[in-house]
């Protein structure tokens, strides 16, 4: 049996024990569903048995998960939680985190020759994302969704996505920054008139299809949605914006199209949306991640396996500390605890930003393989430490939690 062959076979038996081994720990430890996806992705790959390698197909499958991701991270946001002082504050309170994050990556760099300031940047813009896509259904499992903390997190986890793209757009993108800027500003533009058409009218004809074929092999209103995510990452790639700012873009401006629609019938969309993307797409995504991940290189690599941790603590400072004091006044230590550790849980962003500093020869593999390896710890240490405590108490009555749902899982 080919590699091609045992890939088609293993990633898929992958995706189907990953939720089994989350489940049966979810009692004693929290421990998100993408951790599991990883770590058998790096058992079945080439640092482990050798059984799967990357290739066109996986990394084809990998970048469409990714956007699938981004996308589902943007359908998460209410437009509205992005206007008002809360928002200001928060965007104001990343513009803290980029300002750390650019004074820790250039210390590091020239202090320990990791290379020329553009790697600097790269490292940066790595250090100031949030993985919204990857703690939305986690904070939905918890009950934290619809309260006020849930609120703060997604709304800073939403600018925590967001600004990075942007950022990657302006000054990863191989122009000139004022060039990068200029682009970047014709994306806007393009995506402010397909915001604006979606909310001149209340599309009658756009409902009517979605109640006449939800529950028929026509599908209208998850292949729209596509359609959208189509678009968009389409429109950014011919402009040569990041394709992930497309994708996040498509995921608001889904929502924004569906508003207003039969509230049961939305809740069936967003099912139907959740089992392509979270039921197919992401978990290939995260499986590759594990296999392509150069963890045998990574330990025998005395350097980068000493700035595993240092990116680690950075991200936390960098990410953490600001929405730690971004909270109101009156905010507890349990919920600025809870608020900084998710915010600082990062993972796709750094694989897609580390990804570009390799195609540009700015950054090291190593380097790379360490900030991805910080990444996954993020993801494996920071929801579980800040759930702690609040297990027994944190579920809302407004969002049931059912006991054996999987740590990705999707809307109820």
Do not use: C
């Not at 250090?127 to 259904?137: E, F, K, S, V, Y």
């Not at 608020?339 to 990062?346: D, G, Q, Y």
């Amino acid at each position: 049996m080919s590699n091609a062959d045992l890939t088609i076979l293993l990633v898929p038996l992958v995706a189907v024990v990953a939720p089994l081994l989350a489940a049966s720990v979810r009692k004693a430890l929290l421990v998100p569903l993408v951790v599991f996806e990883i770590l058998m992705g790096m058992l079945i790959g080439p640092a482990g048995l050798g059984w799967v390698e990357n290739g066109p197909m996986l990394e084809t499958l990998s970048q469409f998960g990714l956007a699938a991701l981004f996308f589902m991270a943007g359908n998460e946001i209410d437009p509205a939680t992005l206007r008002g002082s809360a928002a200001k504050r928060a965007l104001g309170w990343w513009g803290v985190s980029a300002a750390v994050a650019f004074g820790a990556a250039f210390g590091l760099v020239f202090s320990l020759q990791l290379g020329t300031a553009a790697a600097g940047v790269i490292i940066a813009v790595a250090l100031t994302g949030t993985a919204l896509g990857t703690i939305m259904p986690i904070l939905r499992d918890a009950g934290l969704i619809r309260s006020p903390l849930g609120q703060s997190i997604s709304r800073a986890g939403a600018i925590g996505e967001f600004a990075p793209l942007v950022a990657i757009s302006v000054f990863l993108s191989g122009r000139q920054p004022l060039a990068g800027t200029l682009v970047l500003i014709g994306f806007l533009a393009i995506a402010a008139v397909a915001f604006w058409l979606a909310r001149r009218g209340p599309n009658m004809w756009l409902r009517r299809m979605v109640t006449l074929t939800l529950h028929t092999s026509s599908q209208f209103a998850v292949r729209f949605v596509l359609l959208l995510l189509a678009g968009l990452v389409s429109v950014a790639i011919l402009l040569g914006v990041d394709f992930l700012l497309g994708a996040f873009t498509a995921g608001i401006l889904a929502r924004v199209v569906l508003q207003g629609s039969d509230p049961e019938e939305m809740r069936v969309v967003e099912a139907k949306l959740d089992s392509v993307t979270f039921g197919f797409l992401v978990p290939v995504f995260f499986v590759s991640t594990g296999i392509t991940f150069p963890l045998t290189q990574l330990f025998e690599n005395a350097t980068a396996l000493a700035l595993v941790p240092v990116f680690l603590l950075v991200m936390l400072i960098a990410r953490g500390l600001p929405v730690w004091f971004s909270q109101p006044r009156g905010t507890s230590a349990s919920d600025r605890r809870t608020a900084a550790l998710f915010s600082a849980t990062t993972l796709p962003l750094v694989i897609a930003v580390t990804g570009i500093g390799i195609d540009h020869h700015v950054i090291s593999e190593t380097v790379a393989a360490a900030m991805v390896g910080a990444g996954i710890l993020t993801v494996m240490l920071f929801p579980a430490l800040a759930l702690v405590g609040r297990r027994a108490t944190s579920a809302s009555p407004a969002v049931p939690t059912a006991p054996d749902a999987f740590p990705y899982e999707a809307h109820e």
